[in-house]
């Protein structure tokens, strides 16, 4: 979608810019003339170059920008323009992560349809992205609320239900009450909603999920190549998945043909299990708790409903249960042990089942001093006396004791040994587990991409055919609150005809998580108008995987890992050239003002159209970069902004007082025939073009980049100074590649300022867009400064600069010092009482 922008009212443009320099008069002009021309457009079918895709992670519509969009978008825009200009063909997209509760409650709290609220946000923030200069194709604009783009997210679903890779099943779900919905596993943070903050409780639902476990050794074995991702990324994707090597053991239950099977990383300590444990939602608890402590239970598993997972696992909570007023057998020992149902164990982790070793685990021992159970030893360090008390549990690995044939074992000797043991009986094996844990997809709510699923009574559970997607959301609701999914609500969306029987069912009502949708949006930029699938393969292999990705560290256990997720599965079905979607990644700092995170509670919010409207979209640009590397925080400074706008101010006043000097379109001078400040000043713009293409390609170094181009700027008005341009209407050679030089390098960060000047200079209309003109590539030789420039005081003041060839001794650069001119008028017929040498900098004449 394309848009073109009004030049502002005079009331628009502010009294602080002066001189000429008109920000958003010429910021709204450029932006018009960028889009007539279609010079953002992408050609993927372009081969003639090679390809980059620079991208970041797509915003959620919620009314307008903040600091922490403009710097993001920023980063990546800068990045695609330096890349075009280095001869790639770029792709820069954007779109809308436009699904989401958001929606939903302004909906139920203005009376609105949530699409027309999406669409409106939309339309607002899509005004502001242009305003900011953005290098991005807006006919590739999607949004993942509208039918043609959640069509593929439907058609996805399907594959992976065909794959085996989505399903059905009843299971403790993480609750918040605030969202009215489920969350998965990734959305709970530390026990509370990743959204709200608020306590996330266990209900038993009906839910859809991807078997994302069936992935996760994939996972993490590819986390070692992704070479150009943060370390601290690739840790926290490690930590969760968390692969874990370990044994199922079988536990017969006594009296009864039941068996209880628990997961234990530590089958060397198996013999100093006393108890076992269960999780309150245990499917064995119903049918193994006896009459007398039945009503125990059922008001230990209603108390246990009401705590968060984080609640429950915290690991310095008080330790409760209940015991289930049966046994089981050890199978090594023999020994009859009490099973309990205890909160601390999860129902959703491992098998649900915990053998209890109370003298090898900090958890066990606390419940088995607090319920006065059996504590035996197992395990003790090498030469330890394993009769000695123990006053706390001993977790480390160690040597066995009171552990029969295995005793005298190392830990792991033993683990193995006893694992064999187990495989050659029949009543365990060795076992691979996971933290990660299948990916909850199923959400009650509205506004969200359906899930193409219908429910017949005869033929059961039928997907959606693929010719009859997508299944569309209503436009309106009337929305209550008691739970459960809006879309129950609504008749004509619910019933419909089975597509095999062609019998009343009914449609699934939950939709599915937003990251579903986000998590293959990279793929749809590359062919968004297609109709007939979600991308074409053959475009997809030609630009995936995205060359670098822009975004928030927050994302990484739950849009990264989902991405990575989709693509195995879409390169399994040979869909994608490779089963990892973004090559390098860089995660960007938060915004901050006073220290603190920006938000409207603490009235510390900067918004991005006051200083469009103040200093213009390049002042933002170039101050949003300059301050940090973009990694870290960045910390909002008002006057370091003034700042920034009074150097563009500058640039503009110094070029255009200058203009009669230069001509743009003059080919460079030749180094070697350069002398004095024509010489320094090539100089300074080469070592400026070797740094920032430095500082750029090594981990996009912006503030740095920003520091040269100001030291370059420096350079530039001292030879203007130096050599009185604004007196003179001569074209000088020298001076004019050094603008045009200078105006390459800033372009990509200040792209209207620097594309005026490159029209008022005739480059335009000569060689077209300063934008599509070819990066720098410095000149070698002029890396070494052959010349210096020193500076000659005399007691201490500046009474002259001399440039002189590099590397002479001090006594030369003593004697050229009290040579010159204009220094000798300070020194003669005065006594020298000393002369200071700086070699390469200063000489300092003391008189007296």
């Known amino acids: 979608m394309s848009s073109t922008q009004s030049p502002p009212s005079s009331a628009d443009v502010n009294v602080l810019q002066s001189d000429g320099y008109l920000p958003q008069a010429l910021e709204a002009h450029w932006q018009q003339v960028w889009e007539q021309s279609g010079q953002h457009r992408v050609d993927v079918k372009d081969t003639s170059r090679p390809k980059y895709y620079a991208l970041s992670m797509f915003p959620y519509p919620s009314g307008r920008l903040h600091m922490g969009h403009v710097r993001n978008y920023t980063i990546s825009d800068v990045i695609a323009r330096v890349k075009r200009m280095q001869g790639h063909n770029v792709l820069h997209p954007m779109g809308w992560d436009a699904f989401g509760l958001p929606a939903e409650n302004a909906a139920i709290e203005r009376g609105i349809p949530a699409k027309d609220w999406t669409e409106s946000n939309m339309a607002t923030m899509r005004g502001q992205l242009q305003r900011l200069g953005l290098l991005v194709d807006w006919e590739r604009e999607i949004a993942t609320c509208r039918p043609d783009y959640y069509r593929w997210s439907q058609w996805l679903f399907l594959h992976l239900y065909n794959k085996g890779l989505a399903y059905k099943k009843e299971a403790p779900v993480n609750w918040c009450n605030d969202c009215n919905t489920v969350l998965a596993n990734e959305q709970v943070i530390d026990g509370t909603c990743w959204r709200h903050g608020s306590p996330v409780i266990q209900k038993n639902l009906n839910q859809w999920f991807f078997k994302i476990t069936e992935y996760a050794d994939r996972l993490l074995d590819g986390l070692p190549n992704l070479k150009g991702w943060p370390e601290k990324v690739t840790l926290m994707q490690q930590n969760w998945i968390n692969k874990s090597v370990g044994a199922e053991i079988d536990f017969k239950v006594v009296n009864h043909d039941a068996t209880i099977r628990v997961f234990t990383t530590r089958p060397d300590t198996i013999f100093g299990a006393t108890y076992m444990v269960l999780a309150p939602e245990h499917p064995l608890v119903a049918k193994l708790v006896t009459d007398a402590q039945r009503g125990a239970v059922d008001a230990y598993i209603a108390k246990t409903q009401e705590k968060s997972e984080r609640e429950r696992t915290f690991e310095n909570k008080e330790k409760s249960g209940v015991a289930l007023g049966i046994h089981c057998i050890n199978p090594y020992t023999g020994t009859e042990i009490p099973v309990w149902i205890a909160d601390y164990v999860l129902a959703n982790y491992g098998t649900g089942a915990v053998m209890a070793v109370p003298a090898h685990d900090e958890r066990d021992w606390a419940f088995a001093k607090t319920y006065d159970l059996p504590i035996e030893r197992v395990i003790v360090a090498k030469n330890q006396d394993a009769t000695a008390p123990l006053t706390e549990a001993m977790t480390d690995a160690g040597v066995l004791v009171n552990s029969g044939d295995f005793t005298g074992q190392t830990s792991d000797a033993a683990k193995a040994a006893i694992i064999a043991l187990a495989e050659e009986k029949g009543f365990g094996s060795a076992k691979v587990q996971f933290r990660l844990r299948d990916w909850l997809v199923s959400r009650q709510r509205y506004w969200g991409c359906p899930i193409p699923m219908i429910y017949c009574g005869d033929c059961g559970t039928v997907p959606v055919p693929a010719d009859q997607l997508p299944v569309k959301l209503p436009d309106a609701m009337d929305f209550k609150k008691e739970g459960g999914s809006p879309l129950s609500q609504s008749p004509e969306f619910v019933n419909t005809p089975c597509p095999q029987c062609g019998k009343p069912a009914k449609r699934e009502t939950d939709t599915l998580d937003t990251f579903l949708c986000s998590s293959w949006y990279y793929l749809r930029y590359l062919d968004p108008k297609n109709d007939q699938q979600a991308f074409d393969p053959a475009i997809v292999k030609r630009w995936m995987p995205v060359d670098q990705y822009v975004g928030g560290v927050e994302h990484a256990i739950l849009h990264l890992m989902y991405s990575r997720f989709f693509m195995m599965v879409l390169h399994d079905a040979d869909l994608v050239p490779t089963g990892e979607p973004f090559a390098n990644l860089l995660t960007q700092g938060m915004v901050l003002k006073d220290g603190s995170k920006m938000s409207k509670s603490k009235g510390n919010v900067v918004d991005p159209d006051e200083i469009f409207k103040t200093y213009g979209a390049d002042t933002a640009r170039f101050f949003i970069l300059s301050d940090s590397p973009p990694q870290v ?69 912006f503030n740095t980049v920003i520091s040269k181009l100001r ?57 077209g867009s300063i934008h599509l003109q070819a990066w720098p590539v410095a000149h070698t030789a002029a890396l070494t400064a052959d010349t210096v420039t020193i500076v000659v005081q005399v007691n201490g003041k500046v009474r002259s600069k001399l440039l002189l060839p590099a590397g002479l001794s001090n006594a030369h650069l003593e004697a050229a010092a009290l040579a010159d001119a204009a220094v000798q008028p300070h020194v003669q017929g005065m006594p020298i009482k000393k002369v200071i040498v700086v070699p390469n900098r200063l000489v300092n004449v003391v008189v007296g």
Not at 645 to 668: E, H
């Open 633 to 701: 925080d960045f910390d909002w400074k008002d006057t370091a902004v003034d700042g920034c706008y009074k150097f563009l101010q500058k640039v503009w006043r110094g070029i255009t007082a200058t203009q009669a000097s230069i001509d743009v379109t003059l080919k460079a001078p030749a180094y070697d025939e350069l002398t004095g400040p024509d010489r320094v000043l090539m100089q300074a713009l080469e070592k400026a073009t070797a740094g920032i293409t430095h500082d750029i390609q090594n981990a996009f170094q």
């Open 711 to 767: 030291e370059a700027f420096n350079a530039i008005t001292s030879y203007a100074n130096e050599t009185k341009l604004s007196e003179t209407s001569t074209t000088n050679a020298t001076y004019s590649w050094a603008i045009a030089r200078f105006l390459t390098l800033l372009a990509p960060i200040a792209p209207h300022l620097t594309e005026a000047l490159w029209e008022k200079l005739g480059g335009y209309e000569q060689s």
